[in-house]
């Protein structure tokens, strides 16, 4: 992508939405194609083949919800969402059927942007390969190895430790649900087992944060999930 704009299609029925985020997204060198109907953004992602997808859930023609399953169908392209849904269940929904990310109405331009090169950064081939080494803050993991280094020192992560760690990793940037965790981690049958989640999450912060209490990578997606950030 060094070589090329970054393509992004916007579902958004709001003119007003649109027309400021076009604007805040080709200010980035970004190149937006828009589309104001669930079945014109259908279209344009299989043709464009964008690198990112954002769309609104609540659309004159469809659910978001819907595009989001049919795009996940045939692509790994990320996708973000933008609602004026707040509800926590209508976030889960949307990452459980394959969004990468939620963002709520209204948002700064900032935030979005960020956001966004953060799953394009994720995106890159070999990012988190079975050889590679993922880094956060002075935190180390190799993959091919199995091992965890925080500085100089090694850490000890038990196997469930250290399972949901590669789970993160291997998603860093994007929202994780409580189920979606459970069901990587523990497997299909514990996925209404969400204070293993809690233990288990308050393990690696106190292993691997500077200051636990006060996570600067593992972050709560307060009734949603968790959140690994580099």
């Not at 060094?2 to 992004?8: E, L, Q, R």
């Not at 828009?34 to 083949?49: D, V």
């Not at 979005?112 to 890159?124: D, F, K, S, T």
């Amino acid at each position: 992508m060094s070589d090329a704009k970054i393509h992004i299609v916007l579902i958004e029925d709001e003119k007003q939405i649109r027309r400021f985020l076009n604007t805040a997204l080709e200010a980035e060198d970004m190149t937006v194609f828009e589309a104001e109907t669930g079945k014109q953004g259908l279209i344009a992602c299989a043709t464009r083949k964008p690198d990112l997808l954002i769309v609104d859930l609540g659309l004159p023609d469809m659910s978001g919800l819907d595009i989001i399953r049919e795009v996940r169908s045939w692509s790994e392209v990320p996708i973000l969402v933008l609602s004026a849904r707040t509800q926590e269940h209508e976030k889960v929904a949307a990452l459980d059927a394959g969004a990468d990310d939620y963002l709520s109405k209204p948002f700064g331009a900032a935030e979005l942007i960020a956001r966004i090169r953060a799953h394009l950064r994720r995106r890159q081939p070999n990012t988190v390969q079975a050889d590679a080494v993922f880094t956060f803050g002075n935190v180390s993991v190799n993959f091919a190895l199995r091992t965890v280094s925080r500085g100089e020192q090694s850490v000890h992560l038990s196997p469930i430790e250290y399972r949901l760690l590669s789970v993160l990793a291997r998603n860093a940037g994007k929202v994780m649900t409580h189920q979606q965790l459970l069901k990587e981690v523990w497997g299909p049958n514990h996925s209404e087992s969400s204070h293993y989640l809690r233990i288990y999450m308050a393990n690696l912060r106190q292993k691997l944060e500077q200051e636990p209490a006060q996570p600067k990578y593992f972050l709560t997606e307060t009734g949603v999930g968790y959140r690994l950030v580099t």
